[in-house]
Protein backbone atom coordinates (compact mmCIF):
# COMPACT_ATOMS: atom_id res chain seq x y z
CA UNK A 1 0.00 0.00 0.00
CA UNK A 2 1.31 3.41 -0.85
CA UNK A 3 1.36 5.50 2.64
CA UNK A 4 1.95 9.35 1.18
CA UNK A 5 -1.73 10.22 1.75
CA UNK A 6 -1.88 10.64 5.54
CA UNK A 7 1.29 13.25 5.44
CA UNK A 8 -0.35 15.10 2.67
CA UNK A 9 -3.74 15.13 4.32
CA UNK A 10 -1.92 16.33 7.07
CA UNK A 11 0.04 18.46 5.61
CA UNK A 12 -2.38 20.45 4.06
CA UNK A 13 -4.93 20.96 7.01
CA UNK A 14 -2.05 22.06 8.97
CA UNK A 15 -0.12 23.98 6.17
CA UNK A 16 -4.14 25.77 5.69
CA UNK A 17 -4.77 25.99 9.50
CA UNK A 18 -1.48 27.16 10.58
CA UNK A 19 1.10 28.10 8.07
CA UNK A 20 4.70 26.32 7.48
CA UNK A 21 4.36 25.80 11.42
CA UNK A 22 0.81 24.21 11.05
CA UNK A 23 2.20 22.22 8.23
CA UNK A 24 5.33 20.41 10.04
CA UNK A 25 2.92 19.40 12.83
CA UNK A 26 0.35 18.12 10.32
CA UNK A 27 3.38 16.12 8.30
CA UNK A 28 4.39 14.62 11.96
CA UNK A 29 0.97 13.74 12.59
CA UNK A 30 0.00 12.77 9.29
CA UNK A 31 3.38 10.40 9.05
CA UNK A 32 2.46 8.19 12.54
CA UNK A 33 -1.06 7.77 10.76
CA UNK A 34 0.54 6.44 7.68
CA UNK A 35 2.73 4.00 10.26
CA UNK A 36 -0.75 3.30 11.73
CA UNK A 37 -1.82 1.92 8.27
CA UNK A 38 1.08 0.62 7.20
CA UNK A 39 0.92 -1.40 10.34
CA UNK A 40 -2.41 -1.94 10.67
CA UNK A 41 -1.93 -0.12 14.21
CA UNK A 42 -3.18 2.79 15.74
CA UNK A 43 -6.47 3.70 12.85
CA UNK A 44 -9.69 4.24 13.99
CA UNK A 45 -11.52 3.10 11.25
CA UNK A 46 -9.43 0.25 9.45
CA UNK A 47 -9.33 0.03 6.26
CA UNK A 48 -11.36 2.83 5.24
CA UNK A 49 -8.62 4.90 5.95
CA UNK A 50 -6.44 4.35 3.11
CA UNK A 51 -10.03 5.71 0.81
CA UNK A 52 -11.06 8.51 3.17
CA UNK A 53 -7.18 10.12 2.49
CA UNK A 54 -7.36 9.55 -0.77
CA UNK A 55 -10.15 11.42 -1.52
CA UNK A 56 -10.06 14.00 0.69
CA UNK A 57 -6.88 15.07 -1.06
CA UNK A 58 -8.16 14.77 -4.19
CA UNK A 59 -10.84 16.29 -3.33
CA UNK A 60 -8.96 19.59 -1.78
CA UNK A 61 -7.93 19.89 -5.52
CA UNK A 62 -10.65 19.27 -7.04
CA UNK A 63 -13.17 21.61 -4.94
CA UNK A 64 -10.17 24.10 -4.91
CA UNK A 65 -10.34 24.44 -8.56
CA UNK A 66 -14.08 24.65 -8.46
CA UNK A 67 -14.15 27.88 -6.51
CA UNK A 68 -11.29 29.50 -8.36
CA UNK A 69 -13.05 28.82 -11.86
CA UNK A 70 -16.83 29.83 -10.48
CA UNK A 71 -16.26 33.63 -11.58
CA UNK A 72 -15.33 32.42 -15.47
CA UNK A 73 -11.64 32.94 -14.79
CA UNK A 74 -8.83 31.33 -12.58
CA UNK A 75 -6.40 34.14 -11.57
CA UNK A 76 -2.76 33.97 -11.37
CA UNK A 77 -3.13 34.59 -7.43
CA UNK A 78 -5.28 31.71 -7.51
CA UNK A 79 -3.07 29.58 -9.51
CA UNK A 80 -0.31 30.64 -7.13
CA UNK A 81 -2.22 29.58 -4.30
CA UNK A 82 -2.80 26.08 -5.39
CA UNK A 83 1.17 25.65 -6.28
CA UNK A 84 1.62 27.32 -2.61
CA UNK A 85 -0.06 24.27 -0.79
CA UNK A 86 1.32 21.64 -3.17
CA UNK A 87 4.52 23.22 -2.53
CA UNK A 88 4.03 22.92 1.22
CA UNK A 89 2.63 19.38 1.10
CA UNK A 90 6.74 18.78 -0.16
CA UNK A 91 4.70 15.91 -3.03
CA UNK A 92 6.70 14.37 -5.08
CA UNK A 93 6.82 15.17 -9.05
CA UNK A 94 4.29 12.17 -9.37
CA UNK A 95 2.06 13.54 -6.85
CA UNK A 96 2.19 17.33 -7.88
CA UNK A 97 0.83 16.09 -11.28
CA UNK A 98 -1.74 14.02 -9.85
CA UNK A 99 -2.83 17.44 -7.80
CA UNK A 100 -2.76 19.38 -10.93
CA UNK A 101 -4.90 17.13 -12.80
CA UNK A 102 -7.41 17.29 -9.59
CA UNK A 103 -7.51 21.19 -9.88
CA UNK A 104 -7.39 20.58 -13.53
CA UNK A 105 -10.56 18.48 -13.21
CA UNK A 106 -12.49 20.58 -10.70
CA UNK A 107 -12.36 23.85 -12.93
CA UNK A 108 -14.32 21.76 -15.88
CA UNK A 109 -18.01 22.41 -15.83
CA UNK A 110 -19.06 19.15 -16.06
CA UNK A 111 -16.67 17.54 -13.23
CA UNK A 112 -19.74 15.71 -10.88
CA UNK A 113 -17.82 17.80 -7.78
CA UNK A 114 -21.65 17.20 -6.30
CA UNK A 115 -21.31 13.80 -6.62
CA UNK A 116 -17.90 13.35 -5.29
CA UNK A 117 -18.73 15.89 -1.81
CA UNK A 118 -21.38 13.46 -1.06
CA UNK A 119 -19.22 10.62 -1.75
CA UNK A 120 -16.90 11.95 1.00
CA UNK A 121 -19.60 12.85 3.34
CA UNK A 122 -20.86 9.90 3.12
CA UNK A 123 -17.59 8.18 3.74
CA UNK A 124 -17.28 10.64 6.55
CA UNK A 125 -19.88 9.30 8.11
CA UNK A 126 -20.18 11.38 11.50
CA UNK A 127 -16.82 12.53 11.77
CA UNK A 128 -17.80 16.58 11.45
CA UNK A 129 -14.52 17.83 12.41
CA UNK A 130 -12.82 16.03 9.33
CA UNK A 131 -15.62 17.60 7.47
CA UNK A 132 -15.01 21.35 9.10
CA UNK A 133 -11.03 20.83 8.31
CA UNK A 134 -11.97 20.64 4.73
CA UNK A 135 -14.22 23.52 4.57
CA UNK A 136 -11.40 25.14 6.56
CA UNK A 137 -8.66 24.06 3.63
CA UNK A 138 -11.15 25.72 1.09
CA UNK A 139 -11.84 28.83 2.83
CA UNK A 140 -8.36 29.78 3.45
CA UNK A 141 -7.21 29.09 -0.22
CA UNK A 142 -10.33 31.61 -1.38
CA UNK A 143 -9.29 34.08 1.43
CA UNK A 144 -5.45 34.22 0.48
CA UNK A 145 -6.57 35.64 -2.85
CA UNK A 146 -8.24 38.58 -1.93
CA UNK A 147 -11.70 39.45 -0.85
CA UNK A 148 -14.48 36.34 -1.87
CA UNK A 149 -16.96 37.51 -4.35
CA UNK A 150 -20.78 36.39 -4.38
CA UNK A 151 -20.13 33.60 -6.59
CA UNK A 152 -17.29 31.90 -4.74
CA UNK A 153 -19.12 32.63 -1.58
CA UNK A 154 -21.67 30.67 -2.77
CA UNK A 155 -19.60 27.79 -4.60
CA UNK A 156 -17.91 27.66 -0.55
CA UNK A 157 -21.62 27.19 1.14
CA UNK A 158 -22.45 24.42 -1.47
CA UNK A 159 -19.74 22.80 -0.39
CA UNK A 160 -19.64 23.46 3.50
CA UNK A 161 -23.39 22.18 2.53
CA UNK A 162 -22.82 19.01 0.65
CA UNK A 163 -20.52 17.94 3.87
CA UNK A 164 -23.09 18.76 6.48
CA UNK A 165 -21.58 21.77 7.71
CA UNK A 166 -23.97 24.74 8.14
CA UNK A 167 -23.64 28.93 7.41
CA UNK A 168 -23.20 29.17 10.96
CA UNK A 169 -20.36 27.31 10.95
CA UNK A 170 -18.83 28.88 8.10
CA UNK A 171 -19.69 32.17 9.16
CA UNK A 172 -17.13 31.08 12.21
CA UNK A 173 -14.47 29.34 10.22
CA UNK A 174 -14.12 32.83 7.36
CA UNK A 175 -14.24 34.71 11.34
CA UNK A 176 -11.61 32.40 13.21
CA UNK A 177 -9.28 32.55 9.69
CA UNK A 178 -10.09 36.45 9.61
CA UNK A 179 -8.53 37.20 12.75
CA UNK A 180 -5.48 34.89 12.87
CA UNK A 181 -4.67 36.86 9.26
CA UNK A 182 -5.42 40.24 11.32
CA UNK A 183 -3.12 40.19 14.46
CA UNK A 184 -3.25 42.36 16.88
CA UNK A 185 -0.36 44.07 14.98
CA UNK A 186 -0.97 47.69 14.10
CA UNK A 187 -3.28 49.62 16.01
CA UNK A 188 -5.61 49.80 12.32
CA UNK A 189 -6.21 46.37 13.09
CA UNK A 190 -7.54 46.67 16.59
CA UNK A 191 -11.25 47.47 15.71
CA UNK A 192 -11.42 44.90 12.96
CA UNK A 193 -9.82 42.32 15.47
CA UNK A 194 -12.22 42.85 18.17
CA UNK A 195 -15.03 42.87 15.43
CA UNK A 196 -13.33 39.40 14.19
CA UNK A 197 -12.84 38.13 17.94
CA UNK A 198 -16.49 38.29 18.95
CA UNK A 199 -17.48 36.71 16.09
CA UNK A 200 -15.35 33.70 16.78
CA UNK A 201 -16.97 33.25 19.85
CA UNK A 202 -20.40 33.43 18.19
CA UNK A 203 -21.50 36.03 20.44
CA UNK A 204 -22.80 39.79 19.45
CA UNK A 205 -20.73 42.93 21.23
CA UNK A 206 -23.43 43.98 23.06
CA UNK A 207 -23.17 40.65 24.92
CA UNK A 208 -22.41 40.78 28.72
CA UNK A 209 -19.99 39.48 30.20
CA UNK A 210 -21.10 36.29 31.44
CA UNK A 211 -22.58 35.73 28.38
CA UNK A 212 -18.85 36.06 26.80
CA UNK A 213 -17.46 33.91 29.50
CA UNK A 214 -20.46 31.18 28.60
CA UNK A 215 -19.41 31.48 25.05
CA UNK A 216 -15.81 30.77 25.68
CA UNK A 217 -15.66 27.70 27.86
CA UNK A 218 -18.25 26.22 25.08
CA UNK A 219 -16.08 26.85 22.33
CA UNK A 220 -13.16 25.03 24.06
CA UNK A 221 -15.64 22.42 25.29
CA UNK A 222 -16.70 21.79 21.74
CA UNK A 223 -12.68 21.89 20.31
CA UNK A 224 -10.28 20.12 22.99
CA UNK A 225 -8.41 17.83 20.88
CA UNK A 226 -8.28 15.38 23.76
CA UNK A 227 -12.07 15.66 24.01
CA UNK A 228 -13.00 15.35 19.95
CA UNK A 229 -9.93 12.33 19.67
CA UNK A 230 -12.08 11.06 22.59
CA UNK A 231 -15.23 11.40 20.13
CA UNK A 232 -13.30 9.61 17.36
CA UNK A 233 -11.35 12.43 15.56
CA UNK A 234 -8.71 11.00 14.02
CA UNK A 235 -5.40 11.67 15.24
CA UNK A 236 -3.43 13.62 12.22
CA UNK A 237 -6.53 16.03 12.76
CA UNK A 238 -5.05 17.07 16.31
CA UNK A 239 -3.15 19.42 15.37
CA UNK A 240 -6.14 21.63 13.65
CA UNK A 241 -7.95 20.80 17.22
CA UNK A 242 -5.48 22.07 19.04
CA UNK A 243 -4.80 25.40 16.44
CA UNK A 244 -8.75 25.94 16.86
CA UNK A 245 -8.34 26.04 20.80
CA UNK A 246 -5.61 28.73 20.42
CA UNK A 247 -7.37 31.16 18.32
CA UNK A 248 -10.60 30.74 20.60
CA UNK A 249 -8.42 31.62 23.27
CA UNK A 250 -6.63 34.39 21.35
CA UNK A 251 -10.24 35.72 20.71
CA UNK A 252 -11.40 35.49 24.67
CA UNK A 253 -8.58 37.45 25.72
CA UNK A 254 -8.69 40.42 23.10
CA UNK A 255 -12.36 40.34 24.30
CA UNK A 256 -11.07 40.40 28.29
CA UNK A 257 -8.03 42.86 27.69
CA UNK A 258 -11.07 45.50 25.64
CA UNK A 259 -13.81 45.24 28.61
CA UNK A 260 -11.49 44.43 31.38
CA UNK A 261 -13.34 41.58 33.32
CA UNK A 262 -11.75 38.49 34.81
Known amino acids: MTTWFGKAVGGVVGLAAAGPAGFLVGLLLGHQFDQGLASGRGVDFSSASGEISRLFFALTFEAMGHVAKIDGRVSEAEIREARRIM ?22 PRHPLA ?58 IEAVLRVRALGESS ?67 RIRAERGFR
Open 87 to 108: HGMQLSPEQTRAAIEHFTAGKD
Open 187 to 253: AEARPAALEEAYRTLGVDPGASDADVKRAYRRLLNQHHPDKLIARGLPQPMAGVAEQKTHEIRAAYE
Open 115 to 172: ERLSLLAAKLGRRKDLARAFVEIQMQAALNVGSIGGEKRRALWQIASALGVGRAEVAQ
